[in-house]
């Protein structure tokens, strides 16, 4: 019998592939790159308008979600889905990685010296324990709880195509007795998880395990092959990923290796465009970033920049007087309309909605093009020739 | 030979006329709602978007856009029109209302018992003197200057279809004496407005008077009677109305039966619904205000409510399980996609651009269609049928 995943092409001598997943609400093409429906909406966008620009599936999260409006609410409307108009297929994150950002700082925030988020700066961890975890709202202030079962709970009742497994996010400056115990911990609640789900999730929920182990690599490899051996229908790829790029794709390269063909894989958090190209050619399926949208609302659009970071920042003094659109023969909205980078300049710099929109619009249809590409390349035999020429600054 | 403004139908026994304005950019077809692009673009929303509800004009904001990003980098980029992208009728107020609004206070402001807005509260008049006004921006404390010359050259920069005069707007709270003598400097720089236009300013552009006077009879029948002598293309009518909405349409209704038949109207800053209907029967042609698309980003959504405000609150706790529309049969982009109030008002609560984005696109569809309804009823000669059906809850 056909399993949810079929695998359509393989990249000749290499780890790339295009495949399906089949879910509930319809297929997701793959590779792809999933947008963040944090707070169940795209953020300035209508569920049509994402369909539009070529996207099968969002990602909705379990975290903020739970505080505010609550999973039950959401069940009492029909679900995520129903209540926030995207009836194709969503993916809800399990809540591990925004509950241990919390204590810890994301691995972005600690790579990129930063301080914690406004909002999950508010927030306090009050117990991690084998449990789970207590912690305290960044909304207002109560005491709440997330145990293994809890994420799956939330999850069920929101009624994504995929859930994720609640994983302690190992962060990035512990040392390794740290991170092998606590990918341990992840293992065990991998496996309380998918009990919970057998018994009380959702026939069509598909459940991903979380590969954890920091940038040690016997301990990828170990996690890897133990949520490769266990009932799970999908594997995500989580936790500290490392302190620069060429770190993080060597930690991704241990991890797919270890890992058999037959499960979708999910690269949690990482959406930059070198990042998804290397990520596919290395075997990843698909991936979930708040970066193309959140570069969108602070005047970043992405463009063609052989060698450099793939964006034009709108807010300099440079683009006042620009009468160029944000790239060159682009079909997103923004561009196709016309918008030109002194208007939309003069608007980010205003802060005015539109803005925001226009360049996440433009943002997101980028990524699409590039995935597209990507994705139309491996049963093409031509998945080299295309990362290259994205890489040498062709446009998408 | 026929000017451009063409009246198509009358009110029998009535002041209401159904018209049309000719414009370089093409025709306005009234009565007629202006919705705000108070920093060259509506908020939220596309051009096409506004255009698809029905708009033929929008409204352009000359203090704001002179202060940023200025008259001359507009007009760099070919004027206000192809700046926004917007290629169909614009009208731009005078930047009056603004200047004088930092020294006074709003009249919605005062009548309200509120404070002015953040902006306008951090600006300040430095002399108000009958050469013009200094003032200091609100973005970056300079000292800057705004004479009815200035006033004009700038809405010659942004290429305006309808430019309206730089007028004192008189407060509510002054007397008769400031308020004769603050309505004969308003007729003065009419004069000063329209001789620098018929030297400087573009072929295509009309002009329109501002009627003043404050709430007294004489003064606003003589300020009525002066614009209307005036070489103006279009009458608007400005500056305090009153106290409450009998005192308005008083107002109004004073204002519109000394006006010659031949020009168009527009009242400035008013565009609730009872408003709108009774500015139709007293004779208006066109109206801005800020209502419906400020009403949007909070919240706030415009429906048929018989002896009431017209609107839902979204963020009252009664909407949190509400999987109603905001208006059952609206064809609105929000509602005909099936958003529920629960959901808006999930989103609202939790400031999500797509909740301002959505309820903008409702209010400025509802008001569309409004004055759609009362535009059709004048050829058909049901006008007081359907005010009353409006009036009393029917469904726009």
Redo the contacts between chains.
């Keep these: 019998m056909a399993g949810p995943f079929q695998i359509t092409a393989r990249e000749a001598g290499g780890r790339a592939r295009a495949a399906v997943i089949r879910t509930a609400h319809g297929d997701v093409r793959t590779p792809a790159f999933v947008p963040l429906a944090t707070?169940?909406?795209?953020?300035?966008?209508?569920?049509?308008e994402v369909a539009g620009l070529g996207y099968d599936m969002v990602l909705g999260n379990t975290f903020h979600l739970f505080l505010?409006?609550g999973h039950e609410?959401i069940d009492?409307?029909g679900g995520l889905h129903e209540?926030?108009?995207w009836r194709a297929p969503i993916v809800t994150d399990s809540g591990g990685f925004q509950v241990f950002s919390m204590g810890h700082g994301t691995v972005a925030d600690e790579i990129k010296g930063r301080q914690p988020m406004g909002h999950e700066r508010q927030g306090r961890i009050l117990e991690i324990a084998e449990r789970g975890v207590r912690f305290r709202s960044y909304l207002d202030g109560s005491e709440q709880f997330m145990a293994p079962e809890t994420s799956m709970q939330i999850q069920a009742k929101l009624g994504s195509d995929l859930a994720l497994v609640f994983d302690e996010c190992t962060p990035f400056h512990v040392d390794r007795d740290y991170t092998a115990r606590s990918t341990e911990r992840t293992h065990r609640w991998l496996e309380r998880c998918l009990a919970w789900h057998a018994d009380h999730g959702p026939e069509h929920q598909l459940v991903y395990g979380i590969v954890q182990g920091g940038t040690y690599q016997d301990l990828r490899v170990e996690s890897a092959q133990t949520i490769a051996a266990s009932a799970c229908e999908g594997i995500a790829i989580g936790g500290s990923l490392g302190a620069d790029k060429p770190q993080m794709y060597e930690v991704v390269d241990w991890t797919t290796a270890a890992l058999p063909e037959d499960r979708p894989r999910h690269l949690l958090g990482i959406g930059e465009i070198d990042d998804l190209i290397r990520g596919v050619e290395l075997g990843i399926d698909t991936f979930d970033c708040a970066m193309p949208t959140r570069l969108g609302r602070h005047g970043m659009a992405l463009v063609p920049d052989p060698g450099g970071r793939w964006r034009v920042d709108l807010t300099k003094a440079r683009y006042?007087?620009s009468?160029e659109p944000l790239m060159d023969g682009c079909p997103c909205?923004a561009c196709a309309?016309?918008?030109?980078r002194?208007?939309l300049r003069?608007?980010a710099?205003?802060r005015?909605?539109?803005?925001?929109?226009?360049v996440t619009l433009h943002n997101l249809a980028f990524v699409e093009r590039v995935m597209r590409r990507l994705r139309e390349a491996i049963p093409a035999g031509t998945l080299a020739h295309e990362a290259r020429a994205l890489r040498d600054g062709a446009a998408p």
């Design positions: 707070k169940a909406t795209v953020k300035t966008l209508l569920p049509a505010d409006p609410l009492r409307f209540f926030m108009g006042r007087d009468d909205p309309h016309g918008f030109t002194g208007y003069y608007l710099k205003a005015e909605l539109t803005a925001m929109r226009l």
